[in-house]
């Protein structure tokens, strides 16, 4: 069984630019959410992807958007960046939406905005 | 808004000793899940334990266990038998709503002690 992969793990960008990063969820799982994670700080929830279709959201602005395929993959693409985005970002994802379920963090990508 | 507070920064504890993590929380909700996750330097949050907040009885894992008092609003993490590997940062989290969506505290960071 494969567990979550993100990629890229680290990324070093300038203010403006936009990025897009990018998370394989684990087998046999529906469902992938995204958490930005500051320097000493919690994750906090951006968005999350139920069956290809965006299934809540956090206190984010729309320059935070996301994708899943088909094979529920996903993607995390945040545009103009500034500053205060570098954080880790970590994907999560379990095996359907719904409170009860688990979900399984992959290693995260550390994105740096210079 | 819907809180997790825990309010010890940082903890130590020697080997093989016993350490409690303190963790309160905030939800109008009656029903909703509660987690432990370790995220030791490599930046990987691992699951720890988990509690449903409908069960009386506290989860157990191995070394690990919990003390939910509902009522409270209390969820603390005991750790018995400390290990060197149990060194990390431990997030107390839970989900309610529709969507899985994870509420994090800020932390404890965890040193254990030859």
């Known amino acids: 069984e494969t567990g979550v992969t993100q990629s890229p793990t680290h990324l070093i960008k300038t203010r403006g630019q936009q990025v897009t990063l990018r998370c394989s969820s684990q087998s046999g799982h529906n469902t992938v959410s995204w958490y930005q994670q500051a320097l000493g700080q919690g994750p906090q929830f951006i968005f999350q992807?139920?069956?290809?279709?965006?299934?809540g959201r956090g206190n984010f602005p729309p320059r935070f958007s996301g994708l899943q395929f088909p094979n529920y993959s996903s993607e995390l693409n945040v545009n103009a960046l500034e500053l205060d985005d570098s954080a880790l970002y970590l994907c999560?994802?379990?095996?359907?939406?719904?409170?009860?379920?688990?979900?399984?963090f992959g290693p995260g990508t550390r994105l740096l905005v210079l | 808004a819907q809180t997790v507070t825990q309010s010890q920064p940082e903890m130590s504890v020697q080997e093989a000793e016993t350490v409690t993590l303190s963790c309160t929380y905030d939800t109008s909700e009656s029903d909703y899940y509660l987690f432990w996750y370790k995220q030791p330097p490599s930046r990987q949050m691992i699951l720890v334990i988990r509690q449903e907040a409908y069960k009386q009885q506290n989860a157990t894992e191995n070394r690990f266990s919990v003390n939910f008092q509902k009522a409270a609003k209390s969820f603390s993490l005991k750790i018995s038998d400390s290990q060197l590997g149990d060194a990390a940062m431990y997030f107390c989290a839970y989900t309610t709503g529709t969507a899985s969506k994870l509420t994090f505290g800020t932390g404890t960071r965890l040193q254990v002690t030859l």
């Open positions: 999560a994802s379990s095996s359907t939406s719904g409170k009860r379920e688990t979900q399984y």
């Open positions: 992807y139920y069956r290809e279709e965006e299934n």
